[in-house]
């Protein structure tokens, strides 16, 4: 994939910062050990993605802490910190930092630990025939977002932690049209839940730090 650069978004697991909608479910602490094994999964996949190809890797991060930093070190790499800012602000400052390097540079987030490798791989071949590409989610955001040194994506105007933030996306960088993966989910709602213990009854090697912590949740709260 040679050029090639995956981004990944996390943020310290921090009690009452992290998955605050989830916490109506599983508590303060319960959200921020979940969402802990969430970016731990991803993290493993990053680096299956590294061990893979050639693809560099850079770690993102809403604020530092040793996790962070631990985190960071598995993938080989310095945490960066996110400027402030909505998420526009953010995705922005990481395809500025990455393009100026990388031909190719792909953007996930932490909230999605079942996430397949294969569709990694499907986001950095997209952009061998587009310039821009967009891994749709369930509620109508994403889950990925990529570009290449041709185009980097235009965030006016994109309502972000709705329903619209995809269909915003695309109309924000118009008349571009961005390459399509297949759609996944990621876990913001309570709800969502329902829809991860579901996959990994069936297949907990998905994500397996998720599935033991979910596991180690449901005992706490029986």
């Avoid at 921020?32 to 299956?48: G, K, M, P, V």
């Avoid at 061990?51 to 790499?77: C, E, N, P, Q, Y």
């Avoid at 399509?180 to 990621?186: A, C, N, R, T, V």
Wanted: charged share 20%; with cysteine; net charge neutral.
């Amino acid at each position: 994939m040679g050029l090639a650069q995956l981004a990944v978004f996390v943020r310290p697991p921090k009690s009452g910062t992290v998955k605050t909608r989830l916490a109506a479910r599983l508590g303060d602490a319960g959200a921020a050990r979940l969402y802990q094994a969430f970016a731990e999964d991803t993290i493993a996949l990053c680096s299956r993605v590294r061990a893979a190809g050639r693809v560099h890797l850079a770690l993102w991060s809403a604020g530092s802490d040793d996790t962070v930093s631990d985190w960071a070190k598995r993938l080989g790499t310095s945490p960066r910190i996110q400027p402030a800012g909505d998420l526009g602000v953010r995705l922005a400052a990481a395809f500025d930092e990455g393009l100026r390097d990388y031909q190719r540079v792909v953007i996930i987030g932490s909230d999605m630990p079942t996430l397949p490798i294969e569709l990694i791989g499907a986001a950095f071949d997209s952009l061998e025939r587009s310039a821009f590409m967009l891994g749709p989610a369930h509620d109508g955001g994403y889950y990925a977002i990529g570009a290449t040194r041709r185009v980097r994506p235009s965030f006016e105007g994109v309502r972000w932690s709705t329903g619209n933030a995809l269909a915003d996306t695309v109309k924000a960088n118009a008349p571009q049209q961005p390459a399509m993966l297949p759609p996944w989910y990621d876990i913001d709602e309570p709800e969502d839940l329902a829809v991860l213990r579901a996959h990994l009854s069936i297949d907990p090697a998905a994500a397996p730090a998720t599935a033991r912590c979910m596991a180690e949740l449901a005992r706490t709260q029986r």
